[in-house]
């Protein structure tokens, strides 16, 4: 009895078919790597199965992947002898798209087709990519284990429905039919696809098959008899797991599409690390670095981590185990010779293997990141364009590495005065002043916030380079990073400025005769502003600017107290400490003002003014206007 049901397909699916026709017609090939990939893939997932299971082979364990196409009919076959589909899975995994992020994908799209295609070669088009060629795409399928009339029929033409009906299919595994397009009937072509198979499956572990027809019987040049040959499946690629070969064997192409086989990505990587490890531990592990970062890098539910193969055989993909989440763009896989097989996401969580085996790619990792930053700036500077802002997590999460990952560190700072972050800590060291020993670094919403900061006026008087951070993760960043090959990192808006040697003898006496001089002024305001402040002091690093706030040693920086507040945290009140600047015109008018109202008026506008440059924004901005006003209307 039939039992045909149709299914309309998820939203994302109907945009993401439509997007893809449109997007990828220069790109069409690339269907027939998704289609093979996934083939591979079953295959792997049933050699894992049947582990436990030997029964899932059926008798048949020589896995494989056979294409084939009939130009006369306008169709291309793939078919698997893999782990197959059970009609849920069918129902459930060719008609949704299960990355989690999907949604908000689709909604950052431009719609502007030659962005958006870059974009969907990202995120991975999979089996959708045969609508590509295909106007209408059968698949059958039998799950291992299951009974021969527990096969599934699905079809679509891809335009938001499919059906679904069950089918007697003896072997297991899956066959995936392309009615291909009047125009893409190239593609059915022998000649064609052998090509594209051969560019495309070379680095798959299992044998891709295509039909070599027999030959009739013939006559040699000496008149015997050549007899005829019988067509037979032969192997198109080499079919040894890429890693397992040796690098000097593997080229650079075949070493690219094995990226793209297991990472989803259509471009070349950036960079490759391909060891094997012998000693304690014995394991390969082949690791990518992608030339740009994946749509979803900050998705906190977006899949992460390395392909575990244990003795070439695959266990799991997604082991974020071994990886930690600071380099989570990493793609690649790690085979192990000393877990077991059987080995469960559970196991693998407190595993002393695991934590081996984590350390090693994560110093091979770093260490590949050390060499492309020393070898090659330019190139390093895409990586850093892409991925830096992750890698700033690493510091906060990796203690060990710590020095290590702040090595790879950039920064804008005042040497280049420019916004590009070039600067790396090593170079800050070097150009270092004499009896200079802190690294000084600012902190701000913006890099314009951030170099114009009266915080720094001094600083940059003297030639002192400062560090110019405005991402949001630099304040987590400089919490965990507070020193660097044993010089600490020291905030210009925090405390003192803690000049040390860098203040020379005159200056100091120059700066404590201000401060005695200034003694008045300063409890004036101090008295005149009451408890909206810590406490007031003369500057020690305002040259151009009449006054500015600074954090207390003890107390959560500006930029803390915003990202908190931003996460909808309650931030405990601290006050600011006001520093003033006596030289400064401003500031010797306010020292000759009589009447103490005024001086109380003048006082806490600077103190406002104040607050808003180092924060931006201000608890009560209308009487801050209104106090300016007033002062503006004075005569
Ligand atoms: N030949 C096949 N044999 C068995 N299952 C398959 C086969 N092709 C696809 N599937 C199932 O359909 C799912 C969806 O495939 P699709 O190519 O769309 O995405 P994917 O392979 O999961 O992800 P990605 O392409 O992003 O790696 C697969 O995860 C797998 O479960």
């Given at each position: 009895?039939?039992?045909?049901?149709?299914?309309?397909?998820?939203?994302?699916?109907?945009?993401?078919l439509?997007?893809?026709?449109?997007?990828?017609?220069?790109?069409?090939?690339?269907?027939?790597?998704?289609?093979v990939?996934?083939?591979?893939?079953?295959?792997?997932?049933?050699?894992?199965?049947?582990l436990?299971?030997?029964?899932?082979y059926?008798?048949?364990g020589?896995l494989?992947?056979?294409i084939?196409a009939?130009?006369?009919?306008?169709?291309?076959?793939?078919a698997?002898?893999?782990?197959g589909?059970?009609?849920?899975?069918?129902?459930?995994?060719?008609?949704t798209i299960a990355k989690?992020?999907t949604a908000?994908?689709f909604?950052?799209?431009s719609?502007?087709?030659?962005k958006?295609s870059?974009?969907i070669?990202?995120?991975g088009?999979?089996?959708?990519?045969?609508?590509?060629?295909a106007?209408?795409?059968?698949?059958?399928?039998?799950?291992a284990?299951?009974n021969?009339?527990e096969?599934?029929?699905?079809?679509?033409?891809?335009?938001?429905?499919f059906?679904?009906?069950?089918?007697?299919?003896?072997?297991?595994?899956?066959?995936i039919?392309?009615?291909?397009?009047?125009?893409?009937?190239?593609?059915?072509?022998?000649?064609?696809?052998?090509s594209?198979?051969?560019k495309?499956?070379?680095?798959?572990?299992?044998?891709v098959?295509?039909?070599e027809?027999?030959?009739?019987?013939?006559?040699?040049?000496?008149?015997?008899?050549?007899p005829a040959t019988?067509?037979?499946?032969?192997?198109?690629n080499?079919?040894?797991?890429?890693?397992?070969?040796?690098?000097?064997?593997?080229?650079?192409?075949?070493?690219n599409?094995?990226y793209?086989?297991?990472?989803n990505?259509?471009?070349d990587p950036l960079?490759?690390?391909h060891?094997?490890?012998?000693?304690?531990?014995?394991?390969?592990?082949?690791?990518?670095i992608p030339?740009?970062?994946p749509?979803?890098m900050?998705n906190?539910?977006a899949?992460?981590?390395?392909?575990?193969?244990?003795?070439?055989?695959f266990?799991?993909?997604?082991?974020?185990?071994?990886?930690?989440?600071?380099?989570?763009?990493v793609?690649?896989l790690?085979?192990s010779?000393?877990?077991?097989?059987?080995?469960?996401?559970?196991?693998?969580?407190?595993?002393?293997?695991t934590?081996?085996?984590?350390?090693?790619?994560?110093?091979?990792?770093?260490?590949?990141?050390?060499?492309?930053?020393?070898n090659?700036?330019e190139?390093?500077?895409?990586?850093?364009?892409?991925?830096?802002?992750?890698?700033?997590?690493?510091?906060?999460e990796?203690f060990?590495n710590?020095?290590?990952i702040?090595?790879?560190?950039r920064?804008?700072?005042?040497h280049?005065?420019?916004?590009?972050?070039?600067?790396?800590l090593?170079?800050y060291?070097e150009?270092?002043?004499?009896?200079?020993?802190?690294?000084y670094?600012i902190?701000?919403?913006?890099?314009?916030?951030?170099?114009?900061s009266?915080?720094?006026?001094?600083l940059?008087?003297?030639g002192?380079?400062?560090?110019?951070m405005s991402?949001?993760i630099?304040?987590?960043?400089?919490?965990?990073?507070t020193?660097?090959?044993?010089?600490?990192?020291?905030s210009?808006?925090?405390?003192d400025?803690?000049?040390?040697?860098?203040?020379?003898?005159?200056e100091k006496?120059?700066?404590?005769?201000?401060?005695?001089e200034?003694e008045?002024l300063?409890?004036?305001?101090?008295d005149?502003l009451?408890?909206k402040?810590s406490d007031?002091?003369v500057?020690?690093?305002?040259t151009?600017?009449?006054?500015c706030?600074?954090?207390g040693e003890?107390d959560?920086?500006?930029q803390?107290?915003?990202?908190m507040?931003?996460?909808?945290?309650?931030?405990?009140?601290?006050?600011?400490?006001?520093?003033?600047?006596?030289?400064?015109?401003?500031?010797?008018?306010?020292?000759?003002?009589?009447?103490?109202?005024?001086?109380?008026?003048w006082?806490?506008?600077?103190?406002?003014?104040?607050?808003l440059?180092?924060?931006g924004?201000l608890?009560d901005?209308?009487?801050?206007?209104?106090?300016?006003?007033?002062?503006?209307?004075?005569?």
């Amino acid at each position: 009895m039939s039992q045909q049901e149709t299914h309309g397909f998820q939203t994302e699916v109907k945009q993401l078919l439509h997007l893809m026709i449109h997007s990828l017609y220069s790109n069409k090939e690339i269907f027939l790597r998704e289609l093979v990939s996934n083939a591979a893939d079953a295959a792997d997932k049933l050699r894992y199965n049947a582990l436990t299971n030997d029964a899932l082979y059926e008798g048949d364990g020589d896995l494989r992947v056979r294409i084939s196409a009939d130009k006369e009919k306008g169709t291309v076959t793939i078919a698997d002898n893999g782990i197959g589909m059970t009609r849920d899975g069918v129902i459930e995994h060719l008609g949704t798209i299960a990355k989690s992020g999907t949604a908000d994908f689709f909604k950052s799209l431009s719609g502007d087709e030659s962005k958006d295609s870059q974009l969907i070669g990202q995120f991975g088009v999979g089996f959708y990519s045969s609508f590509i060629v295909a106007k209408k795409v059968e698949v059958k399928t039998r799950a291992a284990g299951h009974n021969a009339d527990e096969g599934v029929h699905w079809v679509s033409e891809g335009e938001g429905e499919f059906t679904v009906d069950n089918i007697n299919i003896e072997n297991r595994g899956t066959e995936i039919i392309l009615h291909l397009r009047d125009d893409e009937k190239e593609f059915a072509d022998d000649f064609r696809l052998r090509s594209i198979i051969t560019k495309y499956s070379d680095h798959i572990s299992v044998p891709v098959e295509m039909f070599e027809a027999g030959t009739p019987e013939s006559e040699g040049e000496d008149g015997e008899k050549i007899p005829a040959t019988e067509g037979s499946w032969k192997s198109m690629n080499k079919a040894t797991a890429l890693w397992t070969r040796s690098k000097s064997d593997i080229t650079d192409e075949e070493y690219n599409e094995f990226y793209k086989h297991i990472s989803n990505d259509y471009a070349d990587p950036l960079l490759k690390a391909h060891n094997r490890v012998e000693g304690k531990q014995e394991y390969t592990s082949l690791l990518y670095i992608p030339a740009k970062a994946p749509w979803d890098m900050f998705n906190r539910d977006a899949k992460q981590g390395l392909k575990l193969f244990v003795q070439r055989v695959f266990v799991m993909d997604d082991a974020e185990q071994f990886m930690p989440s600071y380099l989570r763009f990493v793609k690649g896989l790690i085979d192990s010779n000393d877990l077991p097989l059987n080995v469960s996401r559970e196991i693998l969580q407190d595993n002393k293997v695991t934590t081996a085996l984590r350390s090693g790619v994560t110093k091979r990792v770093l260490g590949m990141l050390e060499k492309l930053a020393k070898n090659d700036e330019e190139k390093y500077q895409t990586f850093w364009a892409e991925f830096g802002q992750v890698l700033k997590e690493g510091p906060a999460e990796d203690f060990a590495n710590r020095e290590k990952i702040a090595g790879l560190l950039r920064f804008a700072s005042t040497h280049t005065d420019s916004a590009a972050p070039t600067v790396s800590l090593d170079a800050y060291l070097e150009r270092m002043k004499e009896g200079q020993d802190k690294i000084y670094y600012i902190v701000a919403d913006s890099y314009e916030a951030a170099a114009n900061s009266p915080h720094i006026e001094l600083l940059r008087k003297k030639g002192i380079e400062v560090l110019l951070m405005s991402e949001r993760i630099d304040e987590w960043l400089v919490n965990h990073l507070t020193e660097f090959k044993e010089k600490k990192l020291h905030s210009v808006t925090r405390g003192d400025l803690e000049l040390g040697e860098l203040e020379d003898k005159e200056e100091k006496e120059e700066a404590e005769k201000l401060a005695s001089e200034s003694e008045s002024l300063v409890k004036r305001i101090k008295d005149a502003l009451g408890d909206k402040v810590s406490d007031v002091k003369v500057t020690t690093r305002l040259t151009d600017t009449p006054a500015c706030v600074v954090t207390g040693e003890g107390d959560m920086s500006t930029q803390m107290i915003k990202l908190m507040e931003a996460a909808g945290q309650t931030v405990p009140e601290s006050k600011p400490l006001f520093e003033v600047n006596p030289n400064h015109p401003l500031m010797t008018r306010l020292d000759t003002e009589q009447d103490e109202q005024l001086f109380a008026d003048w006082s806490n506008l600077m103190l406002q003014q104040a607050q808003l440059s180092e924060k931006g924004s201000l608890a009560d901005p209308s009487s801050f206007i209104k106090l300016m006003n007033q002062m503006l209307m004075a005569k």
